[in-house]
Each structure stands twice: as structure tokens, then as C-alpha cells.
């Protein structure tokens, strides 16, 4: 009785001994670091579960867990194993184990994109449809769908030109994003951001409306890419509109030349009539002009106070400012004419 006793002792023992080692193998394996070179993006199919995850990791190599290993330490000791689907950043010296607290997270990757300020719709659906990331799907009813939730009064019943109404800005999204998703955020935030600049404007602005306020910077954003300039060029045109002088801007001809544009504005077009020729309409043109980012509009809504009627550029992306036309005429003979 006494040696069955030892004996089953011994069992015990060794059983134990046996699951401890088997336990310590099991967390040393699921805490080593993962077999990465570099940030990797990793991807999560939709009806995967968290087996089929590890078995994804052990196919590309990322990890050496065997498969009695992983359906030992799923089962008792891994906690949380609701994978969720997507894409995330695994890096190196990510484990299983942090890797998996990723996955059960759903902390996806958040990739970006950036639509820059001063470049028409049309390119910014050419930059939307050139991202790998984004699933496309921008037509005209997705572009209306864009801004027709809009809360705004001023937007868009009678706006039929969806053309400066998104804020310039980089936005993330995670991947299978719509790109008519990224296009509603955008107006959404410029929504937001008007309706507080708007509020805060200089007093007795030649702008009767947020959407004017969107015209004139758009055409500050076409104008100059010098930042200590916007204000500037804000305040010339404000006295322009104040004047009752044509703004006589060149960008607001090209937009009315349209895709036939060639680079080369020539007399002929600063005469041609469009309503968009502000050498030949007085005012603002009917529609913004471009995509204009927060700058532009604090801008255009805060104008420096100047005596300038006039600018011209230097070549170098700035401009000499003038107020007499005499002075201005000089100075497009010494940097325009020269040229």
C-alpha cells in the first residue's frame, strides 16, 4: 500500500512538472517576438477566426507556433480570441500574444490621404481613385449624397456645383473605406469649421454668405502658396469688391476656360466673356474655384488691412502689392514684361 502510494506521488509529481514545463513552453512561445523585418501590414479576411489567424502568421512566416501549440493556448490560455476582420500594423517585437490583443481589438491601421487645398473636385477624384486603398465609387449621385445631409442654410438646396464645398485636410480611414465616405467627411468638416470661422469674421466684409466667403478663398488659394501672403491678397481683393472694381484674377479665367486650357493665358481669354471671367464680370464668380483649406478661409474672412489695389507676381511665388496703378504697371514691367 505504501509503495502504491509513493508511486502515485511520483505520478503526480511528474505530471505536474510536466504541465508546468508544457505551460512555460506554450507562453514562451506565444511571447516571442514575431519573425518581422519591418512594420508589415497584416490582414484579417472577413469570416476568419482566431485559429486561421494563427495559421495565416505560421504560413507567412511571422511565427514558428506549431498547431497543437496554438489550439493549446486558445483554448486555456489566450482570454479574448474574437478576431476581428480588417488590416493592422503588426512591427517587430510584436508577440502573438500583443499581436492577438491587436486583432481582438479590431485597432485597425488607419491609412491616409491627402486632398491639398487649391486643386479642383475633378483632381481630387483623380487623387480618391488612385488610392489602392479606398474602394472608388464616385458618380454624380454619390457626389450629391456627399453634401445632401448637409445641416447648413447656406448649403446646398441652391448649390448645384459641388465644387469647394470639402475642406482641404488629410483624413484616415481604415482600408475597404468608400471613397464617397471620405468626400461626405470632408464636407462635414468643412460644415464645422465654416460655421465658427463664419462667426468670428471681420466686420463689414463685402460677403453676404459663408459660400461667398468659400469663393474669394478659393481664389486666395489659386492666387498664392506663400502663407504670410493669404491675409494680404484677402485684404486687395476685399477693397476691390468694396471699390467696385473687377477682381481681375487669373485663375477665375482658367476655371472658365475649362479642360481645353493649355497653360498659355493670352488677351483673348482675359476678353472672352464666361461667368467666370472677372476681367469682364464685376463680383465674385458664381462658384468657388477650388478646394480651399482652413488658412484660405481665416483669410478671407479676416483680411489684413491694406491700401493695395494691386499685386503682381515676382516669379518666386510671391507678389509685389501696389496702390496706384502706376505703381502696379511698374512693377509688372519689372517682373512680368522682363520675363
Same mark, same amino acid.
Given at each position: 500500500m505504501k509503495r502504491l502510494f509513493v508511486f502515485l506521488l511520483v505520478v503526480l509529481v511528474l505530471t505536474a512538472v510536466g504541465a508546468g514545463a508544457g505551460v512555460l513552453y506554450i507562453s514562451d512561445k506565444v511571447n516571442s517576438s514575431l519573425?518581422?523585418? *519591418?512594420? !508589415?501590414?497584416?490582414t484579417i479576411d472577413k469570416g476568419s477566426n482566431a485559429y486561421r489567424t494563427i495559421k495565416q502568421l505560421r504560413n507567412k512566416e511571422y511565427t514558428n507556433v506549431t498547431p497543437l501549440v496554438g489550439k493549446l493556448w486558445l483554448k486555456f490560455f489566450a482570454g479574448n480570441t474574437s478576431v476581428k476582420s480588417g488590416t493592422y500594423m503588426i512591427k517587430p517585437g510584436d508577440s502573438l500574444v500583443?499581436?492577438?490583443?491587436?486583432f481582438t481589438q479590431g485597432d485597425e491601421y488607419l491609412f491616409a490621404v491627402s486632398l491639398v487645398e487649391g486643386l479642383t473636385l475633378s483632381q481630387? %477624384?483623380?487623387?480618391? +481613385?488612385? @488610392?489602392g486603398e479606398l474602394v472608388f465609387d464616385i458618380d454624380r449621385r454619390t457626389l450629391? *449624397?456627399?453634401?445632401?445631409?448637409?445641416?447648413?442654410?447656406? &448649403? &446646398?438646396?441652391?448649390?448645384?456645383? +459641388?465644387?469647394?464645398?470639402?475642406?482641404a485636410d488629410t483624413y484616415f480611414? !481604415?482600408?475597404?473605406?468608400? #471613397?464617397?465616405? %471620405?468626400?461626405?467627411?470632408? @464636407?462635414?468638416?468643412? /460644415?464645422?469649421?465654416? #460655421?465658427?470661422?463664419? *462667426? *468670428?469674421?471681420? /466686420?463689414d466684409l463685402p460677403l453676404h454668405s459663408p459660400y461667398e466667403a468659400l469663393i474669394l478663398a478659393s481664389i486666395i488659394e489659386k492666387e498664392t502658396a506663400v502663407p504670410e501672403e493669404r491675409d494680404l491678397i484677402a485684404g486687395?481683393? /476685399?477693397?476691390?469688391?468694396?471699390?467696385?472694381?473687377r477682381l481681375q484674377t487669373d485663375p477665375t479665367v482658367i476655371y472658365g476656360i475649362g479642360p481645353s486650357f493649355d497653360g498659355n493665358i493670352t488677351?483673348?481669354?482675359?476678353?472672352?466673356?464666361?461667368?467666370? +471671367? !472677372?476681367? /469682364? %464680370?464685376?463680383g465674385l464668380p458664381p462658384t468657388p474655384i477650388a478646394m480651399a483649406g482652413k488658412a484660405a478661409i481665416e483669410a478671407a474672412l479676416k483680411p489684413r488691412e491694406t491700401d493695395a489695389l494691386y499685386f503682381v507676381a515676382k516669379g518666386d511665388g510671391s507678389h509685389q502689392f501696389s496702390t496706384t496703378l502706376d505703381a502696379h504697371n511698374a512693377a509688372v514691367r519689372k517682373y512680368q514684361l522682363k520675363r
Open positions: 519573425s518581422l523585418q *519591418q512594420e !508589415t501590414l497584416f500583443s499581436a492577438f490583443n491587436t481630387w %477624384i483623380e487623387i480618391l +481613385n488612385g @488610392h450629391n *449624397q456627399s453634401i445632401g445631409q448637409s445641416t447648413a442654410s447656406w &448649403c &446646398c438646396d441652391e448649390v448645384e456645383h +459641388n465644387e469647394g464645398l470639402y475642406l480611414f !481604415t482600408k475597404g473605406t468608400k #471613397a464617397s465616405e %471620405i468626400l461626405s467627411r470632408a @464636407h462635414s468638416a468643412l /460644415v464645422d469649421y465654416i #460655421a465658427v470661422a463664419w *462667426q *468670428q469674421r471681420a /466686420v486687395v481683393f /476685399v477693397n476691390r469688391l468694396n471699390s467696385n472694381m488677351r483673348k481669354h482675359l476678353r472672352t466673356p464666361t461667368p467666370y +471671367n !472677372t476681367y /469682364v %464680370i464685376k
